[in-house]
Structure formats: structure tokens, C-alpha cells
């Protein structure tokens, strides 16, 4: 019996001493130690041993399983800290290696255009909202005052989700949705991504932004807009920008116009930049018909208003004098960096 017990304690030293992972050492104590262990098995078999032998035995049995775990504890503090010790060598930080550099972006200038147009108008007291990108055609069209199958449709051609949604072709449904919630008075902008289906030039692009603006009130005139806009130009362009309001046709204003600004690069004197007309194009813009009103739930007889919507690239190209939009969708930093 004493020889059984040296040797299974021996074998599990040696086991011990061999292994190189904590799981490893669970495993031998499981082996020795354990309820079906090799050391138990030896307790359960004391059946076997002479009465007067069975305290010695069992001293031997309780030294030897003292010895291992003994031994079981030892190892283990020593894999642990190796374990450890190996941790800290692998996280070790070089302090004197050269420091990775995060890239920094830069505002877009269409994004800096948009400030300025919003700082603008919300010193006058604008609110801004938002609509969605994702629009019904009724929104989009109908209750702009464009019929379905009308041929001004055709001239905002965009991509349809399917036959009632549609990509927004611009930013006036906004109008209709604000109109609708049915507080008065409005005072608003809507900025936003709009869509249509244009093929890609230095001018054009399927995707760019508009800003809506819309005002109604209760004596709202064409004197309003012509004030409103002018002192936008004035904010935008600089204090001697003057305005001049041509005649044009949108299906929501009545009377509608646009308005061109005096070319801020010549004075008005004619250059390359305003194609020697002294003017440049800036918005569109009219009184809201009063169909519109009626399709938005607007009393026509107590109030009225007036809108207008600016293409965001059209303004930011003219202000930081860039000659192809293209350029403004590359994101290229080194280009940004110049804004
Ligand atoms: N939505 C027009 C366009 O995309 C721009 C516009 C013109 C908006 C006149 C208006 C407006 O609100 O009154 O061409």
C-alpha cells in the first residue's frame, strides 16, 4: 500500500511539474484529487486493510494528498505570474516610437454656405425644418400646385420609388408639410438634399441641395419678399450687392420671379464671371397661390405669402469662385482646405 500511494503521488508530482497551463493543473487535480480520483480511490479501498493498519494508512493517504495540493498551489502562483509577466511584456508601450497623425477633415463649403444662409435668416427670425429626402409625389408635385401628367412635371424629372413616392426634386414640399401643421404665422427655411435625374457636368449633378424659404402672415406683400431677399443678398454678398426681380413662372407662386444680384466680383461693371451682364442668377421666388394654400389647408382670405428656393452649390461655387460642382462632391481635403 505504501509503495501504491509513493507512486501515484510521484506520478502526480511529476504531472505537476510538467504542466504549463492552469487548465492542465485542474485536470490533474481532478485526476488525483477528485471524487473518482486516483488518491480516493485508495481512501475507498481501506475496506481492504487490516483494522490496526487503517490510521497509519489513512495518515499516508492525508500526507500524500497534502503534498500534491501543496504542490498544485505552488504551481499555479508560478504559471499565474509567468502568465502575467508575459501580458505585461506583450502591452508594452514604446513611448519613443513616432506618434500616429489623425487626419483632421475641413468643413465642406456647402456646408459653410448653409451656416451663412441660416445665420442669415434666422437672425430675421426663421425657423428651420426639415423635411424628407424620400417624398410622396403628392408633396413633391400635387400640392405645389403641379397636377399629375401636367408637362411642368417633366421638367423636374426624378427617380420614383414607385408611382407615389418619389426622390424629391426639391425642397418646396417642405412648404406643404409646414403649411399643413397649421400654425400660423410661418416663418421658415428648409435646407436639404434634393434630386433629379440629370446627367453628371460641371453644372449638374443628380443629387445637390436646395434651401426653401417660406413666410406667411397675415398683409404679407411682394414689398416683404423684395425686402427680405434683398438684405439676404446684401448678408450674402456684401453691402453694395444690389437685387433686380425678373418675371419667370413657378406653378406655386403668383406672381413669381427670379432674382438676380449685381456681380460682386466686377461690381456690375460686366466681367468673365457674370458673362458681361453686370447680373448673376441667385433664387426663385413668388407669391404662394393661393391653390397652394388651398390644397394646405391655408385660409386665403386672411393671409398670404411668399417663397423662394436657392440652389446651396450655386451659392457656395459663386462665393468661393469654384468652376465645376463636380469638385465640390470629390471630397478631396487638399480642395476643402481652401474654404
Ligand atoms: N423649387 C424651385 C426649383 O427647384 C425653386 C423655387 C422657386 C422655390 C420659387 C420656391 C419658389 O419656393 O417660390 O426650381
Known amino acids: 500500500m505504501r509503495e501504491k500511494l509513493e507512486k501515484i503521488?510521484?506520478?502526480?508530482?511529476?504531472q505537476i511539474e510538467s504542466s504549463d497551463a492552469l487548465d492542465r493543473l485542474?485536470?490533474?487535480?481532478?485526476?488525483?484529487?477528485?471524487k473518482k480520483g486516483e488518491l480516493t480511490s485508495v481512501l475507498k479501498s481501506m475496506k481492504d486493510v487490516s483494522p490496526e493498519d487503517r490510521p497509519k494508512v489513512g495518515q499516508m493517504v492525508n500526507d500524500a494528498r497534502a503534498i500534491i495540493e501543496a504542490k498544485?498551489?505552488?504551481?499555479?502562483?508560478?504559471?499565474?505570474?509567468k502568465i502575467r509577466e508575459e501580458q505585461m511584456k506583450a502591452e508594452v508601450i514604446d513611448v519613443?516610437?513616432?506618434?500616429?497623425?489623425?487626419?483632421?477633415g475641413h468643413s465642406h463649403p456647402n456646408a459653410i454656405a448653409l451656416e451663412e444662409v441660416e445665420r442669415i435668416f434666422v437672425g430675421m427670425g426663421y425657423e428651420v425644418v426639415e423635411g424628407p429626402e424620400i417624398e410622396y409625389d403628392e408633396y413633391n408635385f400635387t400640392k405645389l400646385n403641379i397636377p399629375p401628367n401636367h408637362p411642368a412635371k417633366d421638367e423636374q424629372d426624378t427617380f420614383y420609388i414607385n408611382k407615389d413616392?418619389?426622390?424629391r426634386t426639391q425642397t418646396s414640399p417642405v412648404q406643404a408639410r409646414t403649411m399643413e401643421k397649421g400654425k400660423l404665422p410661418i416663418r421658415m427655411i428648409s435646407p436639404g438634399r434634393v434630386f433629379r435625374s440629370d446627367e453628371v457636368d460641371a453644372t449638374h449633378s443628380p443629387s445637390f441641395h436646395q434651401v426653401e424659404g417660406l413666410v406667411i402672415d397675415k398683409n404679407i406683400t411682394f414689398a416683404d419678399l423684395k425686402g427680405t431677399l434683398a438684405e439676404f443678398a446684401r448678408e450674402l454678398f456684401g453691402e453694395e450687392t444690389k437685387?433686380?426681380?425678373?418675371?419667370?413662372?413657378?406653378?406655386?407662386?403668383?406672381?413669381?420671379?427670379?432674382?438676380?444680384?449685381s456681380c460682386f466680383k466686377c461690381g456690375g461693371k460686366g466681367c468673365r464671371f457674370c458673362k458681361g451682364t453686370g447680373w448673376i442668377e441667385i433664387l426663385g421666388c413668388g407669391m404662394v397661390h393661393p391653390h397652394v394654400f388651398e390644397m394646405c389647408g391655408v385660409d386665403t382670405e386672411t393671409y398670404t405669402g411668399f417663397a423662394?428656393?436657392?440652389?446651396?452649390?450655386r451659392i457656395a461655387l459663386l462665393k468661393y469662385e469654384i468652376?465645376?460642382?463636380?469638385?465640390l462632391y470629390e471630397n478631396d481635403v487638399r480642395f476643402l482646405r481652401q474654404f
Open 26 to 34: 485542474n485536470e490533474i487535480r481532478v485526476a488525483y484529487l477528485g
Open 72 to 81: 498544485l498551489e505552488e504551481t499555479k502562483n508560478i504559471l499565474a505570474r
Open 96 to 104: 519613443t516610437l513616432p506618434a500616429k497623425k489623425s487626419n483632421v
Open 308 to 313: 423662394f428656393g436657392v440652389g446651396l452649390e
Open 9 to 14: 503521488k510521484e506520478e502526480a508530482l511529476k
Open 165 to 167: 413616392i418619389v426622390l
Open 323 to 327: 468652376d465645376d460642382m463636380r469638385l
Open 243 to 261: 437685387v433686380k426681380f425678373r418675371p419667370h413662372h413657378f406653378p406655386f407662386t403668383e406672381p413669381s420671379a427670379e432674382m438676380d444680384v
